[in-house]
């Protein structure tokens, strides 16, 4: 299921991705810069969409390796997704999340 949510997020990103996006921020990151180029506003609404939806479907351990992986790709619209996702989470910080997210 995993899988799937992944190739089904990348699949609206690279949909989505605007390479004037990619020059217009690339500047600002001088260690480097991995995005698709999706806008904010295209972005944002969708990370609302998502969590709402998959935290109905995943368990939280589901959610945050969903979340591992985002992060662990690269790319900056993913880490994103993954940052969200656990900002909406910060109602149910415990011990075990922190360590979670830690890694």
Not at 17 to 40: Q, T
């Amino acid at each position: 299921m995993i899988q799937k949510i992944e190739h089904d997020m990348r699949q609206f990103l690279k949909k989505n991705s605007d390479p004037a996006i990619v020059r217009k921020y690339s500047r600002y990151f001088r260690e480097g810069y991995d995005p698709y180029g999706v806008p904010f506003e295209k972005l944002t609404p969708k990370v609302n969409e998502w969590f709402n939806t998959y935290q109905k479907e995943l368990t939280r351990k589901e959610l945050l390796t969903l979340c591992d992986h985002l992060l662990s790709s690269g790319k900056h619209e993913e880490a994103s997704i993954a940052i969200g996702f656990i900002f909406k989470l910060r109602d149910k910080y415990d011990k075990g999340l922190f360590n979670a997210v830690g890694r």
